[in-house]
C-alpha cells in the first residue's frame, strides 16, 4: 500500500458535496458590477437578464431565480397544487421527501404518496398508474408527478429520456403536471449528451442549482409556463424569498450558465477514476454502473473499521472530507478538487481503511463511539 504524502497546504479536499465551491473570480467580479434594481418590483435588470436566459436555455416560456433549491421545489409542488389535500406523487429516495422538511405538507396540506424508486431513480409506469386514485369524494385528487435526475440517494443515476417521454405521455392523458427535481440536471445533460432542454421538454416545469457542480455561491431556478412562474412567484414571496437587489446573486448565476459548465466532463471523469480505484479496494463495495455524473456511493465492508472513525480519521490525518450517506460513505466531485485531489483521496481511503480506533477491551467505548457518530453524521451536509 502506497502510502498518501502528508499534506502542508492547509486546504482541506471536500468531497462532501458541490455545493462547497468557491466562486471564481469571475463570479466575484460579476457580483461586485452587478446592474441592480429592486426585483421584488420586477426592476433588477441583472436577475431578469438571467431569467429570460435560463428559460432559454431549458426551452421554456419563463423563469425565476429563488435563493435555494428547496425554496424552488416548495413553491413549484405549491403552484401546482393549490387544493390542500392534493396528492403528490414521488419517490422514496427522492429529495423532496427526504430532505425538504416535508414542507409541501407542512406549508400546503398537500400528501406526500410515495412510490419506490428503482436502482436507477426510475419510478416504475405501472406504479405511478397505480397510484392514481379514482375520482370518488372519498380519495385525494392525484395533482402531481414529481421525478429527479441526476439521483441524488441513487448515486447520481440518470432518468433516460425515453423513460420521461413515457411517464410525460402518460400524465398528459391525465392532465397531470410533471415536476422534475433537477438540481443537478446539467450533470444529468452532461451523462447523456444531450443539451438540458432536451431534458426539460419532457416535463412541465423544472427546478435546478446554479450552486451545485455549477460553483455559483447562491441561488436556484424555476422555469415552466408563464401562468405557472406568475404564481411560483406569489409562493416565493410568501414563503420569504422575495429579495431586493438581487442581481448581486444573479450575475455568478449567469456565469455559472455560460462559464463552468465545461468543467463537468471532468468531474465526472474524476468519479469515475474515484470509484475505480475504490472498487479495488478489498474493504469497499461499491456499484461502479450507478457512478453515472458527479456522486459517488460506496459502503465499507466487515473488516473495515466503524465508518464514524473512518471519516474522522480521513480528514484528521489526510485533510480529505468525505460524508456518511446512508449505510455507506459518499463523495461527490466538483471543479475544486483536481484529478490529482483524486488520487491523493484514493491513497487517503486506502490508508484508513487499515485504521481503527479501540479499547482495550477490543471496543470502542459505547458513550464515545455514539458521540462520534453524532459529530459525523449528525447535519445534513453530505445529504445535499
Not at 479536499?13 to 460579476?30: E, G, I, N, Y
Not at 441561488?219 to 414571496?237: E, L, N, T, W
Not at 468525505?322 to 481511503?349: N, W
Request: proline share 4%; aromatic share 4%.
Amino acid at each position: 500500500m502506497a502510502t498518501p504524502t502528508p499534506r502542508n497546504s492547509g486546504r482541506l479536499l471536500d468531497f462532501r458535496s458541490d455545493t462547497v465551491t468557491r466562486p471564481t473570480d469571475a463570479m466575484r467580479q460579476a457580483a461586485f458590477e452587478a446592474e441592480v434594481g429592486d426585483d421584488v418590483y420586477g426592476e433588477d435588470p441583472t436577475v431578469n437578464r438571467l431569467q429570460e436566459y435560463a428559460a432559454k436555455v431549458m426551452g421554456k416560456e419563463a423563469a425565476l431565480l429563488v435563493p435555494t433549491g428547496t425554496m424552488g421545489n416548495l413553491s413549484a409542488v405549491l403552484a401546482h397544487c393549490p387544493e390542500r389535500g392534493t396528492e403528490v406523487l414521488l419517490g422514496d429516495n427522492c429529495h423532496i421527501y427526504n430532505y425538504e422538511g416535508g414542507g409541501i405538507s407542512a406549508l400546503g396540506g398537500l400528501a406526500f404518496h410515495v412510490l419506490h424508486n428503482e436502482p436507477n431513480g426510475e419510478i416504475l409506469l405501472e406504479n405511478l398508474q397505480a397510484a392514481i386514485r379514482p375520482d370518488d369524494a372519498h380519495c385525494s385528487r392525484t395533482g402531481l408527478v414529481c421525478l429527479e435526475s441526476s439521483h441524488n440517494r441513487c448515486g447520481g443515476t440518470v432518468l433516460s429520456l425515453e423513460y420521461m417521454a413515457t411517464v410525460k405521455k402518460w400524465a398528459d392523458s391525465l392532465n397531470i403536471p410533471v415536476h422534475l427535481d433537477g438540481a443537478r440536471v446539467f450533470n444529468a445533460a452532461e451523462a447523456l449528451g444531450v443539451s438540458v432542454g432536451s431534458i426539460a421538454a419532457h416535463v412541465t416545469t423544472i427546478q435546478f442549482c446554479l450552486s451545485k457542480g455549477m460553483g455559483a455561491p447562491i441561488g436556484s431556478m424555476v422555469a415552466g409556463p408563464k401562468d405557472f412562474i406568475a404564481r411560483v412567484r406569489k409562493y416565493r414571496k410568501m414563503l420569504g424569498g422575495g429579495m431586493r437587489q438581487a442581481g448581486i446573486i444573479a450575475a455568478p448565476g449567469m456565469v455559472a450558465l455560460k462559464e463552468t459548465l465545461t468543467q463537468l466532463p471532468k468531474d465526472h471523469a474524476n468519479a469515475r477514476s474515484l470509484a475505480e480505484g475504490l472498487a479495488k479496494l478489498p474493504l469497499v463495495s461499491i456499484n461502479l454502473d450507478s457512478v453515472e455524473t458527479n456522486i459517488i456511493i460506496f459502503q465499507l465492508k466487515a473488516g473495515a473499521p466503524d465508518k464514524a472513525v473512518f471519516l474522522r480519521n480521513l480528514r484528521e490525518r489526510h485533510g480529505v472530507l468525505m460524508s456518511g450517506f446512508l449505510k455507506g460513505v459518499r463523495a461527490v466531485t466538483h471543479f475544486d478538487v483536481t484529478a490529482e485531489d483524486c488520487k491523493y483521496a484514493l491513497l487517503a481511503v486506502e490508508e484508513c481503511l487499515q485504521l481503527g480506533e479501540v479499547h482495550s477491551n477490543g471496543e470502542m467505548n459505547g458513550k464515545a463511539k455514539q458521540e462520534l457518530h453524532q459529530h459525523v453524521n449528525g447535519s445534513l451536509k453530505g445529504y445535499e
